[in-house]
């Protein structure tokens, strides 16, 4: 039982990295001005990192006591990194680059940030289809 609440969260977050990239993103971008999209996409951020993070963290926790862990949780932990860095570290460059209009700083970062989001993506989908 708890090797499926595990594997469940995985699969919640993959549909949320899913949904906030194929949906979200881009209906705020094209609903919005881009001064207001890019503020509201900054406040939603951390959430989106911080519902990631604790989806993730507590599969790994599950997958620990239950006796679970595989290979795959080598994957969610790498997602884990991920996250924590585009969030402590990645998301304040950005927002910072924003903010002092460097914009080719701020390509870059969130150039960055979106090449890591589809990369978890991918990596949760390798989970996801049941390769591992």
């Known amino acids: 039982m708890l090797y499926l609440i595990a594997n469940n969260l995985i699969m919640v977050s993959f549909g949320v990295i899913v949904f906030f990239s194929f ?3 881009p209906i705020t971008f094209i609903t919005l001005d881009i001064e207001n999209a890019g503020k509201f996409i900054r406040r939603l951020f951390p959430f989106y990192y911080g519902f990631n993070l604790f989806c993730l963290i507590l599969s790994l926790l599950i997958a ?3 006796g679970s862990f595989a290979v795959r949780y080598h994957i ?3 997602c884990v990194i991920l996250f924590l860095f585009a969030l402590f570290y ?3 460059k950005i927002n910072k680059y924003r903010d002092s209009s ?3 700083m701020f390509k870059i970062t969130h150039r960055l940030s979106v090449v890591i989001n589809y990369a978890q993506l991918i990596l949760l989908a390798i989970i996801a289809s049941g390769y591992y």
């Open 102 to 104: 460097n914009e080719r």
């Open 76 to 78: 969610v932990i790498l």
């Open 23 to 25: 949906v979200v993103a």
């Open 90 to 92: 990645l998301m304040p």
């Open 64 to 66: 620990l006591v239950d």
